[in-house]
């Protein structure tokens, strides 16, 4: 059985990955004559930026910023307030951006 999954979710100068793995966890009964195995699932996520990369617990504009400092600036020069980065869809786009913004900068 596999450790756990990777996940590419964004792709390009800066690229982000979701790990996904479960967990088995034990819950006694109530007596704690039976122990009842379920699944408790856990995510990190990696971004992969110049041949560095960071493990990420929980996508955040302050775990991000924390990560990779340029990402602070490069969010400010675009105008993206911290409200606007509340679930990972969003996070997602905003690395897309990024990675559009990075190449046209790259190319000039």
């Known amino acids: 059985m596999p450790n756990g999954y990777l996940q ?5 100068a800066i690229s982000l990955f979701k790990m996904n ?3 088995i966890r034990y819950q006694d009964s109530l007596f704690g ?3 009842k195995p379920y699944l408790v699932p856990q995510h990190s996520y990696y971004i992969f930026y ?4 960071k493990e990420i617990k929980k996508l955040s504009y302050k775990n991000l910023a924390s990560a990779f400092p340029f990402l602070d600036e490069e969010m ?4 993206i ?3 606007d980065l509340d679930t990972e869809s969003k996070i997602i786009i905003l690395f897309d951006q990024m990675n559009l913004y990075l190449t046209n900068k790259e190319k000039k």
Do not use: P, Q, T, Y
């Open 8 to 12: 590419e979710l964004v792709r390009g």
């Open 21 to 23: 793995k479960s967990i």
């Open 33 to 35: 004559a039976i122990k």
């Open 50 to 53: 110049k041949g560095d990369f």
């Open 76 to 79: 400010k020069r675009m105008n």
């Open 81 to 83: 307030n911290k409200s």
